[in-house]
Each structure stands twice: as structure tokens, then as C-alpha cells.
């Protein structure tokens, strides 16, 4: 091609491009929307602080009955697991040999006290000695002392109850030899109005609460301060309140816990030894509380808790937390929230700190009742 017809060409080249760049506009740039989270606003309260823990009940009182003369059985005078009286006669043994035992005795002390008698009239007549008639005298009171002992011994034929309560079966029957000191009791006695129900709580936890009280960040519970309810085997609430009693002055080294023993009312009997129970310790009150839903705390790989926030400006901050109890649905915070703050609990993983975000009311947080019953850790 000749170089005058290719300028044509080259000039209709550059028109067309210049057409082109003319017609092409430009996109505009669209606005970032924030995203949008559900945040619960939280409020402080006040918090009873509780433990549940478990426990087993255990008698008021029990009582071994034994026998305190050897003898045959002739008679069991209850009914198994009936209540009895103190006093109240429950064996009856042979007493025929005790009887006799009392005749002669009686016998050998009358016996005695004349001879003594007289030779108190003969002493005035120099008749005896001053030995022979302190002799007579000795041996009055010892015969005097063998009676009363015969006496006692009848008297213990008649197994007696030595305390009031609930008594079990028999381990013996009418014809059976018993004998004074014997290892195996007869039967025992149980009061189960009140009980005792003995419960565990561990020394961290108690030191954690010493602390607490100590530093001001629980007050007492003034007068239920030892008020102690209970949840029986089957889960349902017992209607009686206890109360605490006292704890041992020394941690069990195999468990590292201590012992609570509380005292309840249990006039139906409901509450029979060796039953396992779920007993709930009031242990302070905590002012200006502050009760976080749990699907708003997030942890570590370390387990370390944390929380994120709106703050008033929109901005998202990363909260580290101090949180170890339980509420229900909830966390107990220690720190690293306060009353007022926006606590995300939804859309948590579609933002990070120091985003801007938009806020609504969350939806998937329903708060439980302030004082509910708090995790034993």
C-alpha cells in the first residue's frame, strides 16, 4: 500500500477511538453500608449469690440399743419401724434369774444391817471390840451395795428406748441369748425430726467468698444469711427452708472440701438417711451486678473470655472479661463490662473491632430472673 493512502486510514482510526472515549462514562462509586448487629443494653441489678450442691442427709440422733444383762429374749415389745418414746420398754429379758439374784442379795443385807444393829448396843457395852463392830458395819454396807446392784440389774431385764425416734428392725428374736457388751446392737434409733443433711462445698470456693465479703464486693445476706433449701432425688423442691448449722475446721485432703451441715424441719418424714440431695446455699449479695446473655461471651484457645461492644460512637471494642459463675442463660461478669453497655449477641461473625456497625435490639438473648441459682464453680 502506497504511504498516502494509509493516512486515510490512520486518521479514521483515531476519530473512531475518539468517539468511543466520549461515549465511556464512568460507574459512580456506591456508599459502604455498615452492618447491621443485635445488641442487648445491659442494666445492673441486684444478684443473690447461690451454690447448689450436693449433699446426703444423715440422723439428728441415733441411738444403738444393747443389752446390759445376759439373758434369753422373752419378749420384743415394738413394732418395726415405729416411732418410740424415750423409755418406752422394747425387750423384755428372763428375769427370773435377777430375781433371784435380788432375794438373796436382800437376804444377805438384812442379815447384815442386824448384825451391825446389835453389836451397835454391845460397842456402848464393851461387849465387842471397836474392830468387830466396824466390821459389821462394813459388811452392811457392802451387802447394801450388792441389793442395789441386784436391783439395777433387774431393772436392765427391760430393754428401755434412750431417745425418741424412729426405731428399725430387730436384729434379735424372742428366745435369742443376749449378752452385756455384746458387739451387734439389738436395734437402733433413729430422730429424723429434724435431720441433718451434710453438704460439700470446696475450700477455693470458700476463700473465693471470704475474699469477696472481705473486699466489699458481697454484702451479707443479713438474717437468711444461713438460709439453706433443698431439691430432693426426683427433682422437685422441698418445702421446708434449713438452716446452716456449722463447718468443720479442717479441708479433707482426698477432695480438698469442707463440710456444711445444715439442720432441717422434717416433721413428715420426707427426708430419710442416706438420701442424696441438692441443697442451695445462699452466700451473699451482690450489688450492681451485671448479668451478660452467654451468647455474647466468647472464649480463647486459652479459655480466656471476652465480649465485644458498640461503643456510643458505633464503633465495635473487644471487651476482655472476668467471668467464672453461671446464672441460668447468663454470666456473672466480674469485670470488663458495666451498666449501659451495647453487648453484641448477634451478628458476632460478621464484624471485628473497630468496625462501624448499626445496632438493633437483639433477639435471641431472653434474660433470666435476677437471683437465680448459680453454678457451684
Known sequence: MKPLQTVPLILSALALAVVLAGCKQE?????????????????????????????????????????????????????????????????????????????????SFQ?????????????????????????????????????????????????LAPIAGRIGRSSVTEGALVNNGQAAAMASIQQLDPIYVDITESSANLLKLRDDLKQG??????????????????GSAYGLPGRLKFSEVSVDPSTGSVTLRAVFPNPEHLLLPGMFVR????????????????????????????????????????????????????WLVERGLEAGDRLITEGLQFVKPGMKVSVTAAQNAAPVLAGAVAGGN
Open 217 to 234: 464486693r458481697l454484702e451479707t445476706a443479713g438474717a437468711d444469711a444461713a438460709v439453706v433449701s433443698l431439691a430432693l432425688e426426683n
Open 111 to 159: 442379815q447384815a444391817r442386824s448384825l451391825a444393829d446389835r453389836y451397835r448396843q454391845l460397842i456402848g457395852e464393851k461387849a465387842v471390840s471397836r474392830q468387830e463392830f466396824e466390821d459389821a458395819q462394813a459388811r452392811q454396807l457392802t451387802a447394801e451395795a450388792d441389793l442395789k446392784r441386784a436391783e439395777i440389774n433387774l431393772r436392765y431385764t427391760r430393754v
Open 279 to 330: 441443697a442451695k446455699l445462699q452466700s451473699g449479695v451482690r450489688q450492681a451486678a451485671i448479668l451478660a446473655p452467654q451468647q455474647g461471651v466468647t472464649r480463647d484457645l486459652k479459655g480466656n473470655p471476652s465480649a465485644l461492644v458498640v461503643s456510643a460512637d458505633g464503633t465495635v471494642e473487644q471487651r476482655p472479661l472476668t467471668a467464672n459463675r453461671t446464672v441460668g442463660n447468663q
Open 27 to 107: 460507574a459512580p462509586a456506591q456508599a459502604v453500608t455498615p452492618p447491621q448487629v443485635g445488641v442487648v443494653t445491659l442494666q445492673s441489678q441486684t444478684y443473690t449469690v447461690q451454690s447448689e450442691l450436693p449433699g446426703r442427709t444423715a440422723p439428728f440422733r441415733v441411738a444403738e440399743v444393747r443389752p446390759q444383762v445376759d439373758g434369753i429374749i422373752e419378749q420384743r415389745l415394738f413394732d418395726e419401724g415405729s416411732e418410740v418414746k424415750p423409755g418406752q420398754p422394747l425387750y423384755r429379758i428372763d428375769p427370773s434369774p435377777y430375781e433371784a439374784d435380788v432375794a438373796r442379795a436382800r437376804a
